[in-house]
């Protein structure tokens, strides 16, 4: 369980680092707390809901990995 955690947070550094990107995001379906424990417990946080958004008019909630959020930690810092 923590293993998976902390490899998952790097990978999500890695990802950033290495496409050179500002952010990564996923979404999940509102209400889907086993999820959003999962994505959170990777490092994303919360960003917006997004109300009607799926094809059945589902709400979902987004979660981002930014970039500056850890460029201490893995030397982007401009």
Known sequence: GV?????????????????GANRLQADSIVGNTMAHKFIQALGGKPEAVFRQYGKGGEDYQRFVWLRADDA???GLAA
């Open 3 to 19: 293993h998976l955690m902390r490899e998952g947070r790097r990978m999500a550094r890695e990802i950033l680092t290495e496409l």
């Open 72 to 74: 201490h930690l893995v």
